[in-house]
Protein backbone atom coordinates (compact mmCIF):
# COMPACT_ATOMS: atom_id res chain seq x y z
CA UNK A 1 0.00 0.00 0.00
CA UNK A 2 1.48 3.18 -1.03
CA UNK A 3 1.56 6.32 1.68
CA UNK A 4 0.57 9.89 1.43
CA UNK A 5 3.64 11.73 0.50
CA UNK A 6 2.82 14.71 2.83
CA UNK A 7 1.88 11.86 5.49
CA UNK A 8 4.58 9.68 5.37
CA UNK A 9 4.05 7.91 9.10
CA UNK A 10 0.28 7.91 8.78
CA UNK A 11 -0.98 9.98 11.57
CA UNK A 12 -4.29 10.71 10.30
CA UNK A 13 -4.76 7.30 11.32
CA UNK A 14 -3.60 8.48 15.19
CA UNK A 15 -6.40 10.97 14.83
CA UNK A 16 -9.85 10.14 16.77
CA UNK A 17 -13.03 10.44 14.69
CA UNK A 18 -14.03 13.86 15.56
CA UNK A 19 -10.23 14.84 14.70
CA UNK A 20 -11.00 13.47 11.10
CA UNK A 21 -13.96 15.27 10.47
CA UNK A 22 -12.96 18.73 12.06
CA UNK A 23 -9.91 18.13 9.51
CA UNK A 24 -11.67 17.10 6.19
CA UNK A 25 -14.21 20.16 6.78
CA UNK A 26 -11.71 23.20 7.03
CA UNK A 27 -9.87 21.27 4.08
CA UNK A 28 -12.59 21.33 1.99
CA UNK A 29 -13.21 24.90 2.97
CA UNK A 30 -9.79 25.61 2.04
CA UNK A 31 -9.91 23.91 -1.13
CA UNK A 32 -13.55 25.49 -2.38
CA UNK A 33 -13.56 28.66 -0.65
CA UNK A 34 -9.74 30.34 0.02
CA UNK A 35 -7.31 28.82 -2.47
CA UNK A 36 -9.67 30.40 -5.47
CA UNK A 37 -8.84 33.83 -4.35
CA UNK A 38 -6.32 34.16 -1.75
CA UNK A 39 -3.72 34.96 -4.44
CA UNK A 40 -5.44 38.28 -5.87
CA UNK A 41 -6.23 38.97 -2.20
CA UNK A 42 -2.52 38.61 -1.74
CA UNK A 43 -1.41 40.72 -4.32
CA UNK A 44 -4.20 43.44 -4.05
CA UNK A 45 -3.40 43.76 0.05
CA UNK A 46 -6.98 42.64 1.08
CA UNK A 47 -7.87 40.77 3.88
CA UNK A 48 -10.98 38.55 2.69
CA UNK A 49 -13.49 39.96 5.18
CA UNK A 50 -16.61 37.98 3.31
CA UNK A 51 -15.03 34.22 4.69
CA UNK A 52 -15.20 35.63 8.17
CA UNK A 53 -18.97 34.59 8.32
CA UNK A 54 -18.22 31.31 6.82
CA UNK A 55 -15.42 30.44 9.21
CA UNK A 56 -17.91 31.82 11.98
CA UNK A 57 -20.66 29.21 10.51
CA UNK A 58 -17.79 26.57 10.71
CA UNK A 59 -17.59 26.96 14.31
CA UNK A 60 -13.79 27.96 13.36
CA UNK A 61 -13.68 30.78 16.01
CA UNK A 62 -13.44 30.00 19.48
CA UNK A 63 -13.35 26.60 18.72
CA UNK A 64 -13.12 25.28 21.51
CA UNK A 65 -14.62 26.89 24.40
CA UNK A 66 -17.96 25.95 25.57
CA UNK A 67 -20.93 25.92 23.72
CA UNK A 68 -22.89 28.48 26.21
CA UNK A 69 -20.23 31.51 24.91
CA UNK A 70 -20.79 29.93 20.95
CA UNK A 71 -17.84 28.14 20.84
CA UNK A 72 -18.08 24.33 19.11
CA UNK A 73 -16.57 22.33 22.06
CA UNK A 74 -13.75 20.99 20.22
CA UNK A 75 -10.47 19.76 21.77
CA UNK A 76 -6.94 21.39 20.97
CA UNK A 77 -6.19 18.35 18.44
CA UNK A 78 -8.83 19.65 16.53
CA UNK A 79 -8.02 23.26 16.71
CA UNK A 80 -4.62 22.35 16.26
CA UNK A 81 -6.16 20.54 12.46
CA UNK A 82 -8.20 23.60 12.01
CA UNK A 83 -4.79 26.14 12.08
CA UNK A 84 -3.14 23.70 9.94
CA UNK A 85 -5.86 23.51 7.02
CA UNK A 86 -6.39 27.28 7.46
CA UNK A 87 -2.62 27.56 6.70
CA UNK A 88 -2.28 25.55 3.61
CA UNK A 89 -4.35 28.16 2.37
CA UNK A 90 -2.50 31.26 3.82
CA UNK A 91 -1.11 31.94 6.84
CA UNK A 92 -3.52 35.43 6.81
CA UNK A 93 -6.48 32.84 7.80
CA UNK A 94 -4.50 31.26 10.27
CA UNK A 95 -3.30 34.44 12.12
CA UNK A 96 -7.22 35.87 11.82
CA UNK A 97 -8.64 32.54 13.75
CA UNK A 98 -5.65 32.87 16.20
CA UNK A 99 -6.43 36.11 16.94
CA UNK A 100 -10.13 36.22 17.22
CA UNK A 101 -9.95 32.87 19.09
CA UNK A 102 -6.20 32.46 20.91
CA UNK A 103 -5.49 36.36 21.65
CA UNK A 104 -8.74 37.80 22.14
CA UNK A 105 -11.70 34.97 22.98
CA UNK A 106 -9.11 32.98 25.27
CA UNK A 107 -8.45 35.66 27.77
CA UNK A 108 -11.83 37.35 28.10
CA UNK A 109 -13.06 33.75 28.65
CA UNK A 110 -9.53 32.90 30.96
CA UNK A 111 -8.86 36.00 32.62
CA UNK A 112 -12.68 37.64 32.66
CA UNK A 113 -15.97 37.51 34.81
CA UNK A 114 -19.17 36.31 34.04
CA UNK A 115 -20.92 39.19 32.43
CA UNK A 116 -17.50 39.94 29.93
CA UNK A 117 -17.85 36.43 28.98
CA UNK A 118 -21.49 36.96 27.76
CA UNK A 119 -21.17 40.05 26.83
CA UNK A 120 -18.48 39.40 24.26
CA UNK A 121 -17.56 35.23 23.36
CA UNK A 122 -21.10 34.95 21.23
CA UNK A 123 -20.88 37.98 19.05
CA UNK A 124 -17.28 36.97 18.76
CA UNK A 125 -18.05 32.99 17.69
CA UNK A 126 -20.59 34.30 15.45
CA UNK A 127 -18.04 36.52 13.56
CA UNK A 128 -20.05 39.77 14.23
CA UNK A 129 -17.64 40.99 17.18
CA UNK A 130 -13.67 40.93 15.66
CA UNK A 131 -11.01 41.44 18.11
CA UNK A 132 -7.23 42.10 17.79
CA UNK A 133 -4.86 41.80 20.80
CA UNK A 134 -2.80 44.93 21.82
CA UNK A 135 0.42 43.72 23.10
CA UNK A 136 3.98 44.63 20.91
CA UNK A 137 5.13 48.21 20.60
CA UNK A 138 7.91 49.89 19.57
CA UNK A 139 9.86 49.34 21.54
CA UNK A 140 8.56 46.33 23.43
CA UNK A 141 8.63 43.76 20.75
CA UNK A 142 10.46 40.45 22.76
CA UNK A 143 10.15 42.34 25.70
CA UNK A 144 6.81 43.10 27.05
CA UNK A 145 7.66 44.08 29.88
CA UNK A 146 9.09 46.91 28.76
CA UNK A 147 5.94 48.50 27.56
CA UNK A 148 5.25 51.88 27.83
CA UNK A 149 1.45 52.29 27.52
CA UNK A 150 0.07 52.90 30.75
CA UNK A 151 -3.27 52.98 32.23
CA UNK A 152 -4.22 55.20 35.50
CA UNK A 153 -7.39 54.88 37.82
CA UNK A 154 -9.28 57.49 38.03
CA UNK A 155 -12.67 57.39 40.08
CA UNK A 156 -14.56 54.26 39.03
CA UNK A 157 -12.66 54.35 35.40
CA UNK A 158 -9.32 53.54 33.99
CA UNK A 159 -7.13 56.08 31.46
CA UNK A 160 -5.33 54.59 28.82
CA UNK A 161 -2.23 56.52 26.87
CA UNK A 162 0.32 54.53 24.80
CA UNK A 163 0.50 53.33 21.58
CA UNK A 164 0.97 49.18 19.85
CA UNK A 165 2.60 48.60 16.84
CA UNK A 166 2.19 45.09 14.32
CA UNK A 167 -1.49 44.33 15.81
CA UNK A 168 -3.05 41.71 13.34
CA UNK A 169 -6.81 42.76 12.94
CA UNK A 170 -6.51 45.98 14.34
CA UNK A 171 -8.14 48.43 11.39
CA UNK A 172 -11.04 46.14 11.44
CA UNK A 173 -11.47 45.15 15.07
CA UNK A 174 -14.74 45.94 17.12
CA UNK A 175 -12.61 45.46 20.42
CA UNK A 176 -8.82 45.39 21.43
CA UNK A 177 -7.52 43.20 24.19
CA UNK A 178 -5.16 45.75 25.43
CA UNK A 179 -1.79 45.29 28.03
CA UNK A 180 -1.05 48.49 29.84
CA UNK A 181 0.89 49.13 32.80
CA UNK A 182 -0.68 49.97 36.23
CA UNK A 183 0.55 50.49 39.30
CA UNK A 184 -0.74 47.76 40.54
CA UNK A 185 1.12 45.57 37.37
CA UNK A 186 -0.09 44.94 33.86
CA UNK A 187 -3.68 44.66 33.59
CA UNK A 188 -5.83 43.72 30.21
CA UNK A 189 -8.40 45.82 29.47
CA UNK A 190 -11.31 45.29 26.63
CA UNK A 191 -11.56 48.45 24.95
CA UNK A 192 -14.37 49.02 22.43
CA UNK A 193 -13.79 50.78 18.96
CA UNK A 194 -15.77 54.41 18.77
CA UNK A 195 -14.37 54.85 22.18
CA UNK A 196 -13.23 58.37 22.11
CA UNK A 197 -9.25 58.94 22.18
CA UNK A 198 -8.92 55.25 20.58
CA UNK A 199 -7.71 55.16 17.19
CA UNK A 200 -5.87 52.45 14.48
CA UNK A 201 -4.00 53.17 11.42
CA UNK A 202 -2.94 50.15 9.26
CA UNK A 203 -0.18 49.75 7.95
CA UNK A 204 1.13 49.32 4.52
CA UNK A 205 4.04 48.41 2.25
CA UNK A 206 4.04 44.79 3.60
CA UNK A 207 5.56 41.92 1.56
CA UNK A 208 4.11 39.67 4.00
CA UNK A 209 1.06 38.50 4.91
CA UNK A 210 -0.57 40.78 2.50
CA UNK A 211 -4.15 38.80 2.72
CA UNK A 212 -4.10 40.09 6.72
CA UNK A 213 -4.74 43.40 7.80
CA UNK A 214 -2.05 44.74 10.28
CA UNK A 215 -2.19 48.29 12.38
CA UNK A 216 -1.29 50.61 14.72
CA UNK A 217 -3.17 51.26 17.66
CA UNK A 218 -3.26 54.74 19.60
CA UNK A 219 -4.46 55.19 23.16
CA UNK A 220 -4.46 59.42 24.02
CA UNK A 221 -6.68 59.45 27.05
CA UNK A 222 -8.89 56.42 26.17
CA UNK A 223 -10.88 56.30 29.40
CA UNK A 224 -12.70 52.80 29.92
CA UNK A 225 -15.13 51.71 33.54
CA UNK A 226 -13.98 48.94 35.67
CA UNK A 227 -16.29 46.63 34.37
CA UNK A 228 -13.72 46.32 30.82
CA UNK A 229 -10.67 45.23 33.10
CA UNK A 230 -10.17 41.74 33.04
CA UNK A 231 -10.08 40.98 36.92
CA UNK A 232 -8.05 37.72 36.82
CA UNK A 233 -4.88 39.14 34.73
CA UNK A 234 -2.43 40.78 36.83
CA UNK A 235 1.33 40.67 35.84
CA UNK A 236 3.09 39.41 32.68
CA UNK A 237 1.52 36.07 33.40
CA UNK A 238 -1.93 37.39 31.59
CA UNK A 239 -0.75 38.24 28.35
CA UNK A 240 1.99 35.49 28.10
CA UNK A 241 -0.59 32.88 28.42
CA UNK A 242 -2.42 34.00 25.42
CA UNK A 243 0.56 33.89 23.67
CA UNK A 244 1.48 30.07 24.99
CA UNK A 245 -2.27 29.31 23.04
CA UNK A 246 -1.63 31.49 19.83
CA UNK A 247 2.00 29.56 19.25
CA UNK A 248 0.71 26.45 19.98
CA UNK A 249 -1.80 26.99 16.87
CA UNK A 250 1.05 28.78 15.29
CA UNK A 251 3.04 25.46 15.66
CA UNK A 252 0.34 23.34 14.21
CA UNK A 253 -0.75 25.68 11.36
CA UNK A 254 2.84 26.21 9.46
CA UNK A 255 2.39 22.25 8.83
CA UNK A 256 0.16 23.38 6.60
CA UNK A 257 2.11 25.78 4.72
CA UNK A 258 5.15 23.39 4.11
CA UNK A 259 2.03 20.36 3.12
CA UNK A 260 0.57 23.01 0.45
CA UNK A 261 4.21 23.69 -1.35
CA UNK A 262 5.17 19.95 -1.33
CA UNK A 263 1.96 19.26 -2.74
CA UNK A 264 3.22 22.06 -5.70
CA UNK A 265 6.41 21.30 -5.03
CA UNK A 266 5.53 17.02 -6.59
CA UNK A 267 3.05 18.03 -9.06
CA UNK A 268 5.36 20.48 -10.78
CA UNK A 269 8.31 18.26 -10.49
CA UNK A 270 6.30 15.44 -11.91
CA UNK A 271 5.12 17.48 -15.38
CA UNK A 272 7.88 19.36 -15.83
CA UNK A 273 10.04 18.23 -18.07
CA UNK A 274 14.09 18.89 -18.34
CA UNK A 275 16.43 17.20 -20.56
CA UNK A 276 13.94 14.96 -21.97
CA UNK A 277 12.67 13.22 -18.78
CA UNK A 278 10.90 14.79 -15.90
CA UNK A 279 12.50 16.84 -13.23
CA UNK A 280 11.15 14.59 -10.67
CA UNK A 281 13.60 11.75 -12.23
CA UNK A 282 16.95 13.87 -11.11
CA UNK A 283 18.87 12.20 -7.78
CA UNK A 284 18.88 16.40 -6.66
CA UNK A 285 15.45 16.63 -7.20
CA UNK A 286 14.26 13.47 -5.08
CA UNK A 287 16.49 13.90 -2.60
CA UNK A 288 14.96 17.65 -2.00
CA UNK A 289 11.85 16.35 -2.18
CA UNK A 290 12.30 13.87 0.26
CA UNK A 291 14.41 16.17 2.40
CA UNK A 292 10.31 18.15 2.54
CA UNK A 293 8.89 15.23 3.47
CA UNK A 294 11.35 14.85 6.33
CA UNK A 295 10.91 18.09 7.82
CA UNK A 296 6.80 17.42 7.57
CA UNK A 297 6.80 14.49 9.32
CA UNK A 298 9.11 15.24 12.09
CA UNK A 299 6.87 18.95 12.91
CA UNK A 300 3.58 16.47 12.54
CA UNK A 301 4.56 14.00 15.11
CA UNK A 302 5.53 16.93 17.33
CA UNK A 303 2.25 18.72 16.48
CA UNK A 304 0.13 15.80 17.75
CA UNK A 305 2.73 14.66 21.03
CA UNK A 306 2.43 18.74 21.18
CA UNK A 307 -1.84 18.86 21.18
CA UNK A 308 -1.99 14.80 23.28
CA UNK A 309 0.13 17.05 26.11
CA UNK A 310 -2.46 19.61 26.07
CA UNK A 311 -5.28 17.63 26.54
CA UNK A 312 -4.19 16.14 29.20
CA UNK A 313 -3.15 19.47 30.85
CA UNK A 314 0.36 18.82 31.18
CA UNK A 315 1.73 21.08 28.31
CA UNK A 316 4.36 23.40 29.03
CA UNK A 317 5.23 26.85 27.55
CA UNK A 318 9.11 25.16 26.65
CA UNK A 319 7.36 22.66 24.88
CA UNK A 320 5.51 25.05 22.69
CA UNK A 321 8.27 27.39 22.16
CA UNK A 322 10.20 23.87 20.83
CA UNK A 323 6.88 23.06 18.55
CA UNK A 324 6.77 26.95 17.20
CA UNK A 325 10.46 27.33 16.64
CA UNK A 326 11.08 23.68 14.84
CA UNK A 327 7.98 23.77 12.59
CA UNK A 328 8.00 26.87 11.15
CA UNK A 329 11.78 26.81 10.50
CA UNK A 330 10.84 23.95 8.61
CA UNK A 331 8.02 25.33 7.20
CA UNK A 332 9.65 27.88 5.75
CA UNK A 333 12.92 25.69 4.70
CA UNK A 334 10.50 23.52 2.51
CA UNK A 335 8.54 27.13 1.11
CA UNK A 336 11.79 28.71 0.14
CA UNK A 337 13.30 25.30 -0.83
CA UNK A 338 9.74 24.50 -3.19
CA UNK A 339 9.84 28.16 -4.69
CA UNK A 340 13.65 27.28 -5.85
CA UNK A 341 12.18 24.17 -7.28
CA UNK A 342 10.14 25.81 -9.70
CA UNK A 343 12.27 27.95 -11.20
CA UNK A 344 10.92 31.18 -12.93
CA UNK A 345 7.13 30.14 -12.24
CA UNK A 346 7.95 30.13 -8.42
CA UNK A 347 7.80 33.77 -8.47
CA UNK A 348 4.19 34.16 -9.83
CA UNK A 349 1.34 34.18 -7.77
CA UNK A 350 -0.17 31.94 -9.88
CA UNK A 351 1.68 29.08 -7.71
CA UNK A 352 1.62 29.05 -4.03
CA UNK A 353 5.36 29.11 -2.96
CA UNK A 354 6.37 32.52 -3.20
CA UNK A 355 2.80 33.82 -0.96
CA UNK A 356 3.96 31.08 1.15
CA UNK A 357 7.33 31.91 1.59
CA UNK A 358 6.77 35.65 2.04
CA UNK A 359 4.24 35.11 4.81
CA UNK A 360 6.55 32.72 6.91
CA UNK A 361 8.66 35.19 7.19
CA UNK A 362 6.47 36.76 9.74
CA UNK A 363 5.09 33.68 11.11
CA UNK A 364 8.39 32.94 12.47
CA UNK A 365 9.19 36.46 13.38
CA UNK A 366 5.71 37.17 15.46
CA UNK A 367 4.84 35.41 18.64
CA UNK A 368 8.59 35.14 19.53
CA UNK A 369 11.31 35.16 17.48
CA UNK A 370 13.24 31.83 16.67
CA UNK A 371 15.99 33.35 19.05
CA UNK A 372 13.34 33.91 21.90
CA UNK A 373 12.45 30.29 21.62
CA UNK A 374 15.69 28.84 21.69
CA UNK A 375 16.18 30.96 24.59
CA UNK A 376 13.16 29.79 26.57
CA UNK A 377 14.32 26.14 25.39
CA UNK A 378 17.91 26.99 26.71
CA UNK A 379 16.99 28.30 29.63
CA UNK A 380 15.37 24.89 30.58
CA UNK A 381 18.03 23.29 29.79
CA UNK A 382 21.07 24.80 31.95
CA UNK A 383 18.26 26.54 34.88
CA UNK A 384 19.98 29.65 34.11
CA UNK A 385 18.36 32.75 32.08
CA UNK A 386 20.25 34.48 29.34
CA UNK A 387 17.18 37.17 28.79
Not at 34 to 49: C, T, W
Not at 166 to 176: H, K, M, S, Y
Not at 330 to 340: K, Q
Request: proline fraction near 3%.
Amino acid sequence: MSLAPDDLFDVRSMLGEEHRAVQAAVARFTDERVLPLIGEAFEQGRFPRELVGEMAGLGLLGATLPAEYGGAGLDAISYGLICQELERGDSALRSFVSVQSSLCMYPIFAYGNEEQRRRWLPGMAAGTLIGCFGLTEAEGGSDPSAMRTRARREGGDWVIDGAKLWITNGGIADLAVVWAQTDEGICGFVVERGTPGFTTQDIGQKMSLRASVTSALFFDGVRVPEAQRLPQAVGLKGPLGCLTQARYGIAWGAIGAAVACLREALAYAGERHLFGRPLAANQAVQVRLAEMARGITSAQLLALQLGQLKVAGRLQPTQVSLAKWNNCRMALEVARDCRDLLGAAGISLAHGAIRHALNLESVITYEGTQTIHQLVVGRELTGLSAF
